[in-house]
């Protein structure tokens, strides 16, 4: 059973940092694409960034750009997303997706397993 366990959300300054975990389990994920997409109060779930596991490629929103880095732990099988420089936007709630991508990987319909969501608050 694929299960994708996120943690380190909460409740940050405008301007601060938080660290995303996302533990996999339950199959290889090496050939997988792993994402991160939020989806703030009434609002659609939006790409945020993602990465493909076996060559480390990432990719990332415009909005995220320079501020975000996402990353992962083979021995752990944990990927990462660091975010800095918070802003009041990035509030929403943060899921972690994993799914055999292709060429594009924005696309939230594109990834086939999904986390439960972390809850992430900036404060302005």
């Known amino acids: 059973q694929v299960q994708l366990v996120e943690s380190g959300g909460g409740l940050v300054q405008a301007g601060g940092s938080l660290r995303l975990s996302c533990a996999a389990s339950?199959?290889?994920?090496?050939?997988?694409?792993m994402g991160w997409f939020r989806q703030a109060p009434g609002k659609e779930r939006d790409f945020v960034a993602a990465?493909?596991?076996?060559?480390?490629?990432?990719y990332y929103a415009d909005s995220v750009k320079g501020r975000f880095t996402i990353s992962r732990d083979n021995a752990r099988n944990t990927v990462y997303l660091q975010m800095n420089s918070l802003k009041p936007e990035g509030t929403g709630v943060y899921y972690c997706?994993?799914?055999?991508?292709?060429?594009?990987?924005?696309?939230?319909?594109?990834?086939?397993?999904w986390g439960q969501g972390t809850q992430v608050t900036v404060s302005s």
């Open positions: 997706a994993a799914g055999p991508t292709g060429p594009v990987v924005g696309g939230d319909h594109d990834y086939n397993y």
């Open positions: 339950g199959r290889t994920f090496s050939s997988y694409t």
């Open positions: 990465i493909r596991w076996s060559s480390g490629r990432t």
